[in-house]
């Protein structure tokens, strides 16, 4: 069965980054796009950007351009989301979401909360 | 970028009750590319609606999707207590995939 599975929470200060990883398993890693969005706590869904796990094309929105980078390891079918310059605001759950084809997002990780408090 | 707005922005109905949800986008949007959501507290999102009207795997048929260009619906035709979440509507037609505020369905 499909599964992505995110790292745990992480606390940190205003300026530093956070790495954040979903490792993919139960289906061809390089055949659909993985996604990155966040929910701050209480707030809606505000999507960052998208990887292609096959040649590691990126796209950004484009309030996070130049602050967030996505990556992805296809020996260990794992890609990660990078955000740099944190602020207070970048509080929120991070989720990976797989794009299935014309279908939407059909499977999400757990989710990840950022904190980021001096 | 295509802006969705959804009303009303807390619905409040009975188990039983028929739920109607709205999904409006500030440009046209391709009816393969809008998906529903439902979100309960502490769980990521899960798809309910693809393709406007189709439904995902597993979604039970008292959901359903309609709509097309600029306004689109959810019904969920009889209320179950499971149902009493929150749901957005998104766009993947073009970059920002966009999605829109909510709607809060609360039991009455």
């Known amino acids: 069965q499909v599964q992505l599975v995110q790292s745990g929470a992480e606390v940190k200060k205003p300026g530093a980054s956070v790495k954040v990883s979903c490792k993919a398993s139960g289906y061809t890693f390089t055949s659909y796009y993985m996604h990155w969005v966040r929910q701050a706590p209480g707030q809606g869904l505000e999507w960052l950007g998208v990887i292609y796990p096959s040649d590691g094309a990126t796209s950004y929105a484009q309030q996070f351009q130049g602050r967030v980078t996505m990556t992805r390891d296809t020996s260990t079918s794992t890609v990660y989301m990078e955000l740099s310059s944190l602020r207070s605001e970048d509080t929120a759950v991070f989720y990976c979401?797989?794009?299935?084809?014309?279908?939407?997002?059909?499977?999400w990780g757990q989710g990840t909360l950022v904190t980021v408090s001096s | 970028e295509i802006v969705l707005t959804q009303s009303p922005g807390t619905l409040s109905l009975s188990p039983g009750e028929r739920a109607t949800l709205s999904c409006r986008a500030s440009?046209?949007?391709?009816?393969?590319?809008l998906a529903w959501y439902q979100q309960k507290p502490g769980q990521a999102p899960r798809l309910l609606i693809y393709?406007?009207?189709s439904r995902a795997t597993g979604i039970p048929d008292r959901f359903s999707g309609s709509g097309s260009g600029t306004d689109f619906t959810l019904t969920i035709s009889r209320l179950e207590p499971e149902d009493f979440a929150v749901y957005y509507c998104?766009?993947?037609?073009?970059?920002?995939?966009?999605f829109g505020q909510g709607t809060r369905l609360e039991i009455k």
């Open positions: 440009q046209s949007v391709s009816s393969r590319y």
């Open positions: 998104q766009q993947y037609s073009s970059s920002p995939f966009t």
């Open positions: 393709g406007a009207s």
């Open positions: 979401a797989r794009r299935g084809g014309n279908s939407g997002f059909d499977y």
